[in-house]
């Protein structure tokens, strides 16, 4: 049955007879649409794949000019400490030596370089990357409570007190 010979055509897209030329490749346009089509899809799929990919490169030398800056900052902090407490101007220094390395270094990176290091060290150390998550869920659990208690506090202070008939301000 694979060894059928298709001579007489074969019904291809949307009805449209294809008809087999002597090497048995179709001439109808269903065969050739077909692989034009999958051809034009994966193209445009990888050209916004490379564009997300380039918008998301600048962003992280974006984010490296910021800590850069933010070296900047504390390096000024540092000099205004010196005279008062050279100790923490040292310790505020070294920060921002550091804060200025983490700079350069991510900003020869890329954002596939990021994802990777950050999958190793998922791999490496998967407690630490747990605990961290629940960490900041406790966090937003308590910034997310904190929030609506204070929403509750402020309808409240509205009330009066029955007895004195003075308002209650929680």
Known sequence: MA????????VGIR????????????????????????ERGNQSGSSITSQVQEVLDQQVVKGAKVVSNVANSARRAADELETDTPQLADLVRGMAD???????NLESQSVTD???????????????????????GFFALR?????????????G????????????HG
């Not at 009805?15 to 999958?38: F, L, N």
């Not at 550091?98 to 350069?104: E, I, K, V």
């Not at 202070?157 to 008939?165: C, K």
């Open 114 to 136: 990021i994802y990777r290091a950050a999958s190793d060290f998922t791999r490496r150390q998967p407690a630490v990357v747990f605990g961290l998550g629940a960490l900041a």
């Open 15 to 38: 009805g449209r007879r294809a008809t087999t030329s002597e090497g048995g490749e179709a001439s109808g346009s269903s065969g050739i649409g077909r692989d034009q089509h999958s």
């Open 157 to 168: 202070a509205r009330r009066t007190n029955d007895m004195t008939g003075e308002e209650f």
């Open 143 to 155: 910034m997310f409570k904190s929030t609506s208690s204070d929403a509750g506090t402020e309808r």
């Open 3 to 10: 060894s059928q010979s298709f001579d007489q055509g074969s």
């Open 98 to 104: 550091r804060l200025q390395d983490y700079s350069r």
